[in-house]
């Protein structure tokens, strides 16, 4: 099974590099973009075909690695 | 309880009342020998440089996080470095009163093992500050800072990518009302941290973690001499701490 994971600095947490990828952005003449957050791309593949144990381990590695709850937010695919 | 302290007191004499500090070595550590020698050159005292894979920590007194890009700050600074096998005696340390000091990445190690509250996020600028700071001691209390005197301003530089400390408001309001925040930058905010914070410290102030580099400013030739008393701090509270067994056990 593969899982794919996605971390993100949190909504209300400063993204400096996002902020300095929309003002590029800007000065290129994208203005419509209002916001940018960059984050983490993750592929996992699991040597697990259990899809509800697969759910909970994937749970466990956000919260003690993949992502800091402090600053980050994370959420995750199975296929 | 007289059995533990006389043992603690035995072991001192042994070593000839030296305090001993242990400077922990990850794979990309790369400020661990500035450390080592901040150490012999300001104090004297017996120093070694411990591996990552180490999981006793028992022979020291004050252990030292160095400066540097463990395990090439993957994923995270601090984030792969915090599950070294050394890590569960060094919180053990911590539990035990131990004087622990995290400088630069090993500040992002502690925060990351939850040693100490926040995170940290790319400086707001995104370059990379290599410079002196300005900073104001903002507490007297911790054993790395006894030798200062409050609202002092230190020169000490700084050398980091990721120095942007944050917390949320509720820590912020816990580390002020319990004198937890150890170092403010002066002037300009090099990286964008929460309330201008360079350093802070847990709530006994025996672990302290700070985004300057103490160990760079032991001497004029340096630029600066202004990191020295971090060291004298720490050994004089040790002094403290055990000196004040001796008369208890008296």
């Known amino acids: 099974m593969k899982a794919t994971v996605y971390v993100t600095i949190r909504q209300n947490v400063l993204d400096p590099q996002g902020k300095a990828v929309r003002d590029a952005l800007g000065t290129l003449g994208f203005g419509e973009v209002k916001d940018v957050r960059i984050g983490k791309y993750m592929e996992l593949e699991l040597a697990t075909e259990d899809r509800a144990e697969a759910e909970a381990r994937i749970r466990e590695m956000c919260e003690k690695l993949l992502a800091n709850p402090v600053i980050e937010d994370y959420r995750f695919e199975l296929a | ?250």
């Open chain 2, 1 to 250: 309880m007289e059995t533990s302290r006389s043992v603690e007191l035995g072991a001192l004499a042994e070593r000839g009342g030296q305090m001993k500090f242990a400077v922990i070595v990850f794979p990309g550590s790369n400020c661990d020998v500035d450390c080592y020698k901040a150490v012999e050159d300001t104090i004297g005292q017996p120093v070694d440089y411990v591996w990552h894979t180490e999981t006793d920590l028992s022979g020291y007194d004050c252990i030292l996080l160095p400066g540097g890009f463990s395990y090439g700050d993957y994923l995270r600074c601090g984030a792969i470095a915090r599950f070294a096998p050394v890590m569960n005696a060094l919180v053990k340390a911590a539990e035990e009163g131990k004087f622990i000091l995290g400088i630069c990445n090993g500040f992002q190690i502690l925060l990351e093992a939850g040693l100490l509250p926040g995170a940290m996020l790319r400086n707001r600028s995104l370059k990379f500050r290599c410079h002196p700071a300005a900073l104001r001691v903002e507490t007297t209390r911790t054993v790395f800072t006894s030798d200062y005197a409050r609202g002092e301003i230190l020169n000490i530089p700084i050398a980091h990518g990721e120095g942007n400390y944050y917390c949320d408001e509720a820590t912020l309001v816990e580390l002020k009302a319990s004198d937890q925040i150890v170092f403010r930058y002066v002037g300009e905010n090099p990286n964008g941290s929460v309330d201008d914070i360079a350093g802070i410290c847990n709530k006994a102030g025996n672990v302290v973690g700070m985004m300057p580099h103490p160990e760079r400013a032991v001497s004029a030739l340096l630029g600066s001499e202004d990191g020295k008393r971090m060291f004298t701090s720490v050994l004089n509270a040790w002094r403290v701490k055990h000196g004040t067994a001796a008369i208890s056990g008296a």
